[in-house]
């Protein structure tokens, strides 16, 4: 089976490259350009394609119209979009009805999803037989059990620690992610990487309360399992040394793109269009997640939509980049009222109020807690 993965992002090619190649009977194929995609397409006839949604030139989405559409093409190949942007149902039936792919993965990808999406469209895949590759494959499942099972509870120290990592993770590099120097060695990479995975997998918790946290574990070793096969394989980890080393000159270029994102998406919310604000913020936050704005605005927009969850982790972002902005608390704290937190919401209140003592939203905050306290429910 011909497979061509398509991403301008050198670390996911590389994930899913080293995760096809378990398998039997696969010719991969790797592209990072849109224009060049098509024509693989066109001439290679590939079974089947995965695409990044927002690579250069042509976009992802639209090459798979042009694709799906093109009556020429006597058998098109199967088509995954994947994206790190458009998140949710909504997203993946718009993909699938308006660009007609056959599926859709959302970024940090999973490989047990990624597997499962590709044996729905092409058939049963078979491993290879080669036993050092299943073991390397076993080292970087995302959420397999670790092979020593330490049940750990969930104290607020612990999901503090959690959510902290969830938060910085992608847009940690891979060494930090590991929490390794860049001249670590590979027998420290490997010892950094099952420390991590221990540290982090759900199943090592006896309770984790809700199904967020679970998410935010699984979340966090998708990162750890790409740092690993990358800083594992020295071909690799030259690519990514070499790839830091110009880092500078394509921050600039990724940069204008987030605030030209950002200026975009405050018109939007301006004229209350909240939903293409919400599109425009996460596309900011997704291209420069080191600017509170963009976590701040992109939270608002959401929050405005009654999405307190999504919301809290915006709120959350701004904070951890400024820590002492009231209003970052002040809208941190409203989305705890929302979700059914009093008790952090007042501590953020009264924070605010001895910043800023005339902030009538923290007050009117106070004003709703004293509301659950003598009614057990907000107005």
Same mark, same amino acid.
């Given at each position: 089976?011909?497979?061509?993965?398509?991403?301008?992002?050198?670390?996911?090619?590389?994930?899913?490259?080293?995760?096809?190649?378990?398998?039997?009977?696969?010719?991969?194929?790797?592209?990072k350009?849109?224009?060049?995609?098509?024509?693989i397409?066109?001439?290679?006839?590939?079974?089947?394609?995965?695409?990044?949604?927002?690579?250069?030139?042509?976009?992802?989405?639209?090459?798979?119209?042009?694709?799906?559409?093109?009556?020429?093409?006597?058998?098109?190949?199967?088509?995954?979009?994947?994206?790190?942007?458009?998140?949710?149902?909504?997203?993946?039936?718009?993909?699938?009805?308006?660009?007609?792919?056959?599926?859709?993965?959302?970024?940090?990808?999973?490989?047990?999803?990624?597997?499962?999406?590709?044996?729905?469209?092409?058939?049963?895949?078979?491993?290879?037989?080669?036993?050092?590759?299943?073991?390397?494959?076993?080292?970087?499942?995302?959420?397999?059990?670790?092979?020593? $099972?330490?049940?750990?509870?969930?104290?607020?120290?612990? !999901?503090?620690?959690? %959510?902290?990592? =969830?938060? &910085?993770? +992608?847009? #940690?590099?891979?060494?930090?992610?590991?929490?390794?120097?860049?001249?670590?060695?590979?027998?420290?990479?490997?010892?950094?990487?099952?420390?991590?995975?221990?540290?982090?997998?759900?199943?090592?918790?006896?309770?984790?309360?809700?199904?967020?946290?679970?998410?935010?574990?699984?979340?966090?070793?998708?990162?750890?399992?790409?740092?690993?096969?990358?800083?594992?394989?020295?071909?690799?980890?030259?690519?990514?040394?070499?790839?830091?080393?110009?880092?500078?000159?394509?921050?600039?270029?990724?940069?204008? $793109?987030?605030?030209?994102?950002?200026?975009?998406?405050? !018109?939007?919310?301006? %004229?209350?269009? =909240?939903? &293409?604000? +919400?599109? #425009?913020?996460?596309?900011?936050?997704?291209?420069d997640?080191?600017?509170?704005?963009?976590?701040?605005?992109?939270?608002?927009?959401?929050?405005?939509?009654?999405?307190?969850?999504?919301?809290?982790?915006?709120?959350?972002?701004?904070?951890?980049?400024?820590?002492?902005?009231?209003?970052?608390?002040?809208e941190?704290?409203?989305?705890?009222?929302?979700l059914?937190?009093?008790?952090?919401?007042?501590?953020?209140?009264?924070?605010?109020?001895?910043?800023?003592?005339?902030?009538?939203r923290?007050?009117?905050g106070?004003?709703?807690?004293?509301?659950?306290?003598?009614?057990?429910?907000?107005k």
């Amino acid at each position: 089976m011909k497979v061509l993965i398509v991403d301008d992002d050198q670390d996911i090619l590389n994930m899913i490259n080293a995760f096809l190649r378990h398998y039997k009977d696969i010719n991969i194929i790797i592209s990072k350009n849109g224009e060049e995609a098509y024509q693989i397409i066109i001439n290679e006839r590939p079974d089947l394609a995965i695409i990044d949604g927002l690579i250069p030139g042509i976009h992802g989405f639209e090459i798979c119209k042009k694709i799906k559409e093109d009556t020429g093409l006597q058998k098109p190949p199967k088509i995954i979009i994947i994206s790190g942007i458009y998140k949710g149902l909504k997203y993946k039936f718009d993909v699938i009805k308006t660009y007609h792919a056959d599926d859709y993965l959302e970024k940090p990808i999973k490989k047990e999803e990624l597997l499962t999406k590709i044996e729905a469209l092409t058939g049963k895949l078979e491993l290879q037989e080669d036993r050092a590759a299943n073991k390397e494959m076993s080292e970087v499942a995302v959420c397999e059990m670790p092979e020593e $099972k330490i049940e750990r509870k969930i104290d607020p120290e612990t !999901k503090k620690m959690i %959510e902290d990592m =969830y938060l &910085k993770c +992608e847009r #940690l590099g891979h060494y930090d992610v590991l929490g390794v120097k860049d001249n670590a060695s590979p027998d420290e990479i490997k010892a950094a990487y099952r420390k991590t995975v221990k540290k982090y997998h759900p199943d090592v918790y006896s309770s984790l309360g809700d199904d967020s946290v679970r998410d935010k574990l699984c979340d966090i070793l998708s990162y750890v399992s790409v740092a690993y096969v990358t800083l594992s394989n020295p071909e690799k980890r030259r690519e990514y040394d070499k790839v830091l080393t110009i880092k500078p000159a394509r921050l600039a270029a990724v940069q204008d $793109k987030a605030r030209a994102a950002f200026e975009e998406g405050k !018109k939007h919310l301006k %004229e209350k269009n =909240y939903q &293409k604000a +919400e599109h #425009l913020f996460e596309v900011a936050v997704y291209y420069d997640a080191t600017i509170s704005e963009y976590h701040y605005h992109y939270g608002l927009a959401l929050a405005i939509q009654n999405k307190f969850r999504e919301a809290e982790k915006e709120f959350e972002g701004a904070r951890r980049l400024e820590p002492h902005n009231a209003k970052y608390l002040t809208e941190l704290g409203l989305v705890f009222l929302e979700l059914g937190f009093p008790l952090r919401a007042k501590g953020l209140f009264e924070k605010v109020l001895s910043i800023s003592p005339d902030n009538t939203r923290a007050a009117e905050g106070l004003k709703k807690i004293k509301d659950v306290n003598r009614r057990g429910r907000i107005k």
